[in-house]
């Protein structure tokens, strides 16, 4: 009942994401696919070493804005 209240009540043009009944209604319709793409630990591990580095500039640049 809240799904359908979300659809009629929540549904805007300006909205950045579907109302929740609408998600939800979206999410159980689909047909379950397998992945095309797999995440390897290996892969996981090089793209966190590729970003490490951006990581801790951001995390100096959120210490110092909280000061």
Known sequence: ??????IRER???FASHPPHGLRHRMLTTRVRQD???TLTEMRAEQIDAELARHYEQVGRQLAWATD
Do not use: A, E
């Open 11 to 13: 549904t805007s043009l």
């Open 1 to 6: 009942m809240l799904r359908q209240l979300s």
């Open 35 to 37: 992945p095309r793409v």
